[in-house]
């Protein structure tokens, strides 16, 4: 079916449940705001829109697509010939999606949605908004999924693996100490845990049900005497059967935590509602009472510790020689051999799968030429991709996972002949990265804090980039990492302004998008660090963690102050210090090349 014929069959049973507006967000089960598996696709599947973020909404007469400035340009394309019309969150005149569904319900009408993937935070004031107008929530009915039938793809059954101490630097008996110490001081009896990163953290495992994301589709809850974990038992081997078995660990079925919660009266539950789906959340009796705060897990798996630290380290030299190599083959092949965007990124997935102890991908690396670059989350396929001439850039944003870590990094890459604009800006761009990278803070900064610092050679020529400049890093877990960010404006309810923590990893990649022109964006991660403690408090800095030049022919020094060379050319110094004795003699030529010190 076409996106018009999906969106009329869902209008169709619809009316047949009395639902003047339907709901589709983007997220799974476990509220996952980004990264979920096929099978929770709906909102790609109806509007036809294929982007990692936004939601679809539906009504007897309008489709709408919402998602952010990553996505605007691709949105454009899929979209095209639709009917489903975008909405660009976050530009003027454009109401949030939450908003557009209270105002467009009619009176006594009734908006609906899969209560499973919607969080109780927003079933509730939904809720409470609409009553003023006499109408009413319907929750239970999952018209998307009926929609897409039998061609819907099932949910994973992919098998659990630990991951030793030795990568994460503490046990799972340890780990489940720090949260019940923690649930003490709050008063919980119980702890939820919904985000699919938690249990994972909490009991050491990994899985593999979403691709480039090596986690598992189960719930914890965590009690001063229990541990129960819900997941389907066919992921289970007799290993980690026994596994969890010695580490007090209760499995149950994924489905059963709902009766387990409606079994509970008179508890203290540890619950956001922001991560609570409705469904959960309204199994719950009224006289239990609720803590709605995040997760105490999210703020551990944030901090990183020392044995954490040293791996993410190793991870990233074995990243960094692998991108060497990269770039290397990018410069010497384009023009001599045919290049396109897939198969310089099939190269760069081979020269990754070379390291030891690499799993997978962190996520679909963008290979973006020229134009394509201007589409934040761009991916080339096979049948949609572009021919890489010498000429102009090629923007390349790619991580790995490996058991000792996970990387996220872009670089822009010169293939021949800039223009003096393209340079300018590829400049720009690396003035901000590095103003951000060298930047000391005191204790109690937020990312929202420092943001300007990547924005502010980009405003002066009055460009922006529709984004966040950092997002947090996981530990073998997700690219995407809470609650802490690197972001522009204030903070919100959905993204508060979190303190940048020492052990905590972000990113750092301001970037310029000019749409159907071209792409530029330079990404590092960064590790927060203290620095002098006195007087005025307890200061804090960044250190790179990322091990790759910068592309020296792209960069036009006389946007560059001297103290920015200087930092240019110390991060190159460091880059050939740690790469080097990882490379043979031809590779450390080039990269001696690579990383030569610069003067005005």
């Known amino acids: 079916m076409t996106a018009a014929e999906r969106i009329s069959a869902l209008r169709k049973y619809m009316e047949e449940e009395g639902i003047d507006v339907y709901y589709i967000p983007n997220e799974d089960d476990h509220l996952s705001e980004e990264y979920t598996a096929d099978y929770f696709k709906c909102k790609s599947y109806i509007s036809g829109f294929s982007g990692e973020a936004g939601c679809t909404v539906v009504t007897r007469d309008f489709a709408g697509l919402w998602t952010d400035g990553r996505y605007f340009t691709q949105a454009e394309k899929e979209l095209e010939g639709s009917g489903v019309e975008l909405m660009r969150m976050g530009q003027e005149g454009v109401p949030d999606a939450v908003s557009f569904l209270i105002d467009h319900t009619p009176e006594n009408g009734t908006l609906g949605f899969d209560g499973r993937v919607v969080p109780a935070s927003v079933s509730l004031r939904l809720s409470e908004v609409l009553k003023r107008k006499g109408a009413k929530l319907s929750v239970h009915h999952d018209l998307a999924g009926k929609v897409w039938g039998s061609d819907r793809p099932e949910m994973p059954k992919e098998k659990i693996w630990t991951l030793a101490v030795k990568y994460t630097g503490e046990s799972a008996k340890e780990r489940i100490a720090r949260v019940r110490a923690a649930m003490k001081e709050r008063g919980a009896d119980m702890l939820v845990l919904t985000a699919l990163e938690d249990p994972c953290w909490l009991l050491n495992v990994r899985g593999n049900d979403i691709a480039c994301t090596p986690v598992a589709y189960a719930f914890a809850a965590v009690t001063q005497r229990s541990v129960s974990y819900y997941i389907d038992p066919d992921k289970l081997t007799k290993k980690t059967e026994t596994y ?33 789906n409705t469904e959960l959340y309204s199994a719950l009796d009224q006289d239990n009472r609720i803590i709605n705060e995040a997760s105490p897990v999210q703020m551990f798996r944030a901090v990183k510790n020392e044995t954490e630290i040293r791996n993410i380290r190793n991870a990233h030299v074995k990243d960094g020689v692998a991108m060497v190599r990269f770039i290397k083959w990018v410069k010497e092949t384009v023009g001599e051999k045919k290049m396109t965007e897939v198969s310089a990124q099939d190269h760069l997935y081979a020269l990754r799968a070379e ?44 991580g790995g996972t490996y058991k000792d870590g996970t990387t996220d990094i872009t670089r822009t890459i010169s293939l021949g002949r800039l223009t003096k604009e393209e340079k300018m800006l590829y400049t720009k761009v690396l003035q901000g990265h590095l103003d951000l990278g060298h930047a000391r803070f005191l204790y109690g900064t937020a990312g929202n804090n420092l943001d300007i610092l990547a924005r502010r050679p980009l405003w002066n020529i009055n460009i922006d980039y529709q984004c966040g400049t950092g997002h947090g890093v996981g530990h073998v877990l997700s690219v995407h990492e809470g609650p802490h960010g690197i972001r522009w404006g204030m903070g919100t309810p959905a993204r508060p302004a979190v303190r940048l923590e ?58 560059l102050s001297d103290e920015e060379i200087g930092w240019l050319n110390d991060y190159h110094q460091n880059v050939y210090r740690t790469l080097a004795p990882h490379l043979n003699r031809e590779e450390q030529k080039w990269l001696r090349n690579a990383t030569r010190k610069v003067k005005r």
């Not at 290979?367 to 090629?394: C, D, I, K």
């Not at 203290?530 to 307890?538: A, P, R, W």
Request: net charge negative; charged share 20%.
């Open 502 to 559: 020492p052990g905590m990893i972000v990113t750092n990649e301001p970037g310029v998008y000019l749409p159907h022109q071209l792409g530029i964006r330079i990404e590092n991660e960064l590790l927060v660090a203290k620095g002098e403690k006195n007087f005025y408090g307890q200061f804090l800095y960044f250190e790179d963690v990322t091990y790759c030049p910068y592309d020296l022919e792209a960069v036009d020094l006389k946007y």
């Open 244 to 276: 969890l078995k010695n580490n007090g660990v209760s499995v149950k079925k994924y489905e059963a935590l709902a009766k387990d919660l409606a079994a509970l009266h008179g508890r203290t539950v540890w619950a956001s509602l922001r991560h609570l």
């Open 355 to 398: 390291q030891k102890d690499y799993i997978e991908p962190s996520f679909t690396t963008i290979s973006a030429y020229q134009a394509n670059g201007a589409m934040m989350h761009y991916s080339a396929t096979p049948e949609n991709h572009a021919r890489v001439s010498p000429r102009g850039f090629l923007l390349v944003d790619s």
